[in-house]
Antibody, heavy 118, light 113 residues
C-alpha cells in the first residue's frame, strides 16, 4: 500500500528556512494524485499549507503562507518537499505530508515535529 | 476563505450510545460538477489524521459502517451509531470545494463518559 514518511530537521532557528521531505513508497508520485502538506501546532487544529498536482505540476498554496512556501516534487526520488522561509515561533508544529485533497487516495505520514527556536 | 464551524467542540458519550457532530460552512459547498467536497477526518490520540468520509457520505475503505455522513449545502453531520472505545479522538470536517485554501473545522473532541 501507499506509505508516506517525512524527514528533516526537528529544530530550526527563527528567520531561517524550514525544509522537509516526504518519501512516497508503494506508488509513483509522477502518475497521479495531489501531494501536500498539513501542519498542526501543539494542542491545536489542522492547517492546510499547500498541495501539488503531479500530472500538471500545478501548485496550490494557503494564501496566508503563500509568500513563504514552496512545494516541489522530485520524481527521480519519488519524493516531494516543503520549504517555508523566514520562520518564527508561530511555525512550530507537527508537519504532515499527505495526499490531500485527492478523492481516491487518503494517506498520511506519521508527522514530524518542527520547533522554531534559537 | 470558507469558514467551517463545528459543534459541539467537546462530546462526552457513553459507550454504545450514538453521537452526532455538526459542521456548518460559511458558503455552500456544492460544486459545479455536481459534487460536494466535504470530508470528515478522525485523529486518535497520538496518531495522524485519517479520512473517514469523503464527498459528504462516502465511507473510506476500512471505516466501520457505524460511521455515516450526511448533509448538503452548508449543513453537514457526522454520525456514529454506537460509540466504541476506539472512537475516542478529535474529529474534523474539511471543505475542498472553494480552494485554495482548503479549510478545516476547529475539531470536536469525543470522549467516553
Amino acid at each position: 500500500q501507499v506509505q508516506l514518511q517525512e524527514s528533516g530537521p526537528g529544530l530550526v532557528k527563527p528567520s531561517e528556512t524550514l525544509s522537509l521531505t516526504c518519501t512516497v513508497s508503494g506508488y509513483s508520485i509522477s502518475s497521479d494524485y495531489f501531494w501536500g502538506w498539513i501542519r498542526q501546532p501543539p494542542g491545536k487544529g489542522l492547517e492546510w499549507i499547500g498541495s501539488i498536482y503531479r500530472s500538471s505540476g500545478s501548485t496550490y498554496y494557503n494564501p496566508s503562507l503563500k509568500s513563504r512556501v514552496t512545494i516541489s516534487v522530485d520524481t527521480s526520488k519519488n519524493q516531494f518537499s516543503l520549504r517555508l522561509n523566514s520562520v518564527t515561533a508561530a511555525d512550530t508544529a507537527v508537519y504532515y505530508c499527505t495526499s490531500i485533497p485527492s478523492d481516491a487516495l487518503d494517506v498520511w505520514g506519521q508527522g514530524t515535529l518542527v520547533t522554531v527556536s534559537s | 476563505d470558507v469558514v467551517m464551524t463545528q459543534s459541539p467542540l467537546s462530546l462526552p458519550v457513553t459507550l454504545g450510545q450514538p453521537a452526532s457532530i455538526s459542521c456548518r460552512s460559511s458558503q455552500s459547498l456544492a460544486y459545479s460538477d455536481g459534487n460536494t467536497y466535504l470530508n470528515w477526518f478522525q485523529q486518535r490520540p497520538g496518531q495522524s489524521p485519517r479520512r473517514l468520509i469523503y464527498k459528504v457520505s462516502n465511507r473510506d475503505s476500512g471505516v466501520p459502517d457505524r460511521f455515516s455522513g450526511s448533509g448538503s449545502g452548508t449543513d453537514f453531520t457526522l454520525k456514529i451509531s454506537r460509540v466504541e472505545a476506539e472512537d475516542v479522538g478529535v474529529y474534523y470536517c474539511m471543505q475542498g470545494t472553494h480552494w485554495p485554501p482548503i479549510t478545516f473545522g476547529q475539531g470536536t473532541r469525543l470522549e467516553i463518559k
